[in-house]
């Protein structure tokens, strides 16, 4: 029954079986009564024409009208009705028609119950028969409607004698009639295209081995000569030994699909190779979860790091990796970000941040964010393309820089040329007017004071500094100043410079502290004596006449350190990065009293420089400035010789 019932399922001729054995479930009582008499009569009237012919006591060969009533009556009320009916009419007609005589005797009493159990029983098992008929044939039509439904074909292949069903959308998936198809593997075989027919095979060989589940794609040719391409699965049926009975399976067209799919990763190929190929950053978040789904070469690269431990480690509320700033340097909450403004409000952002990467590097990004919607509007994602603008904002920076710095230049050599032009002019016109007024006296034969002569002498002296100082900047900036180098005191020398400065001051009070030995260098005595006495003069310039000032020096072992100590006005904190620069100046009013160019600490500056070390200042507004410089003694070259400054 099972087999004839998935038969008709499979060949779509359930429907006129169906209608018979549901034409009695719908019967009333009454009716299931009717049909249950009806059958019993026809049964009693059928033996009374034949019950000469068979002979002895018939009432058992009732009980086929009565299994009949229950099936086709619709239930037990029609097998009950049928077995009484019958034992009446078997009491009214036949047993008189049979013996001749209207009394039951014991032995016809049992017989006559035993037909009434059995009739019972029959209807009892006819009726429940027939409910598990209508079930299972609901369950086959339900099932046959689905596979309608789903558009699936549904095959059965008898192994033993190589016997295979299909249903008619299995026949369309192959392009053929009902009559055209063999019904065996062959037929099956022959549908399935050239390349794809041994890999089928061995599907179905490897199955019925149990190797491996009947689950596989292939491509069928119709007769027409289109290819489609079909999903198989099946299960197999085994006997108690495990041998191989039948196979059970489902087909699906997955043509389209395929090719979808196909079109799917081809566009996805073209997608990943343009971004990989693009020299901006671009990122691909889900929503609202923020969880990156996509970065590109460039977005590793900005960021830094791997691949790996972008797409899994950075979401919505996790972004330290990233920490984002603005250009200001205050961190912007992960909600505010651009990105998640994207794909949390809908928002279309394009924004400069700063962008801390793996490497705890800032680097400056310009960013563009957009949502990625569905297309009910719903957004789905978030989309982030940036450009590193490190180099650039770098690059803009040096240049304002040298901007400012070219500014400072301009104003300094403005400055110079006033400055020059008056510290010039003062000499120059000190010298006339000395000239004017000696001529005169020679001319009314007055005779000349030689202090007349000693202050000619002084502005000449003047000039002559300024021009040197001119002619030094000027030597330094070609890289034309000649270092003459010699193994020299360099103790003995700071204290010679002393001493003069305590003979033409001998009211200030100079302290020379550190010296008492021998300190050997290789340097240029000239030079590195006209840094010592810049110094020194700036330090008388600018400390009050009752106030000590103080020369250290200070024996560092392969170095030398020279530091002045004055306690003149201090210098302001701003200046004290500039103050060795060329055209510098003081700019408060103390400062301006006194002459130059603002060219003795750039000298000292490039002379230190030049003998390999280095120059500083350290100064407190109101308490006085600490100027020092530092060289090393390079006596493993020592002997003396030329170095042309470079």
């Known amino acids: 029954m099972q087999f004839l019932l998935r038969s008709l399922v499979v060949h779509n001729r359930k429907k006129a079986f169906s209608k018979l054995l549901g034409s009695g479930r719908s019967h009333s009582l009454l009716t299931q009564l009717l049909i249950g008499l009806l059958f019993s009569v026809f049964a009693t009237v059928f033996q ?42 078997w009491g009214l007609f036949l047993f008189p028609r049979v013996h001749g005589d209207t009394v039951l005797h014991s032995s016809d009493w049992v017989g006559l119950n035993a037909f009434v159990l059995s009739g019972a029983w029959i209807a009892l098992l006819g009726s429940r028969r027939m409910l598990s008929l ?8 339900r099932l046959e409607y689905a596979v309608l439904a789903a558009k699936v074909g549904v095959w059965e292949w008898d192994v033993v004698h190589d016997r295979t069903i299909w249903d008619d959308q299995m026949l369309q998936f192959y392009g053929l009639k009902r009559e055209d198809f063999g019904g065996t593997v062959a037929a099956w075989k022959s549908g399935i295209h050239p390349e794809d027919v041994q890999f089928a095979a061995d599907a179905v060989e490897l199955a019925l081995a149990g190797k491996k589940d009947f689950d596989l794609d292939f491509r069928v040719v119709r007769p027409d000569g289109t290819v489609r391409t079909l999903h198989a699965s099946a299960l ?25 799919l196909s079109e799917l990763q ?16 671009i990122v691909i978040v889900d929503a609202p979860s923020g969880a990156v789904r996509f970065a590109n070469d460039a977005a590793l690269a900005i960021r830094g790091g791997s691949r790996q ?21 205050q961190a912007i909450p992960d909600q505010e970000t651009p990105l998640a403004r994207s794909f949390l409000h809908g928002e279309k952002v394009s924004q400069e941040v700063l962008m801390m990467d793996s490497n705890d590097v800032s680097r400056v990004v310009l960013t563009h964010t957009a949502p990625i919607r569905r297309p009910d509007g719903s957004i789905m994602a978030g989309i982030a393309v940036f450009i590193d603008n490190t180099e650039r904002h770098q690059l803009l920076e040096q240049l304002k820089a040298a901007r400012e710095a070219a500014e400072r230049a301009s104003g300094a050599k403005s400055r110079f040329l006033d400055i020059a032009a008056h510290e010039l002019r003062t000499p120059v016109t000190a010298f006339s007017l000395l000239l004017q007024v000696t001529q005169k006296q020679l001319a009314e034969g007055i005779p000349v004071d030689a202090s007349v002569l000693v202050r000619l002498r002084a502005q000449v002296d003047r000039l002559a500094r300024l021009v040197v100082d001119l002619l030094e900047v000027s030597r330094l900036d070609r890289g034309l100043l000649i270092l003459k180098r010699e193994v020299n005191d360099l103790g003995h020398l700071i204290a010679e410079c002393v001493s003069n ?26 030079r590195i004596y006209e840094v010592i006495s810049n110094l020194i003069d700036n330090a008388i310039k600018y400390t009050p006449a009752q106030s000590p000032i103080e020369i250290v020096i200070e024996d560092l072992g392969d170095r030398v350190r020279l530091l ?27 400062e301006e009293q006194h002459s130059g160019l603002g060219l003795g600490l750039y000298i000292c500056r490039k002379i230190v420089e030049l003998h390999g070390g280095t120059v500083g200042v350290k100064s407190v507004l109101g308490e006085g400035s600490e100027f020092y410089f530092e060289i090393p003694k390079d006596l493993s070259g020592s002997g003396s010789g030329e170095q042309v400054a470079s």
């Open 266 to 281: 081809e566009y996805s190929a073209f997608f990943q190779a343009a971004m990989d190929q693009s020299q901006v950053g």
């Open 134 to 141: 209508y079930r299972r044939a609901d369950e086959f039509e």
């Open 309 to 329: 431990a972008l797409l899994e480690g950075v979401r919505l509320g996790h972004y330290a990796p990233w920490r984002i700033k603005d250009l200001g340097g």
């Open 501 to 526: 400065f305590k003979l033409q001051f001998p009211e200030r009070d100079l302290k020379l502290i550190g010296n008492g030995r021998f300190i050997g260098a290789n340097i240029d005595p000239v």
């Open 564 to 590: 002045i100590k004055d306690r003149g006005p201090g210098i302001a904190i701003e200046r004290l990065s500039t103050l060795f620069n060329a055209f510098e100046r003081g700019s408060s009013s103390e």
């Open 48 to 89: 009374l024409s034949i019950w000469s012919w068979v002979g002895g006591h018939q009432l058992l060969l009732l009980l086929p009208a009565v299994a009949l009533a229950s099936v086709f009556g619709g239930g037990l009320p029609a097998g009950i009705a049928a077995t009484l009916t019958g034992a009446l009419f």
């Open 236 to 260: 197999v049926r085994r006997d108690s030994s495990g041998r191989p009975l039948a196979m059970y399976g489902l087909n699906r067209d997955v043509t389209e699909q395929r090719r979808t």
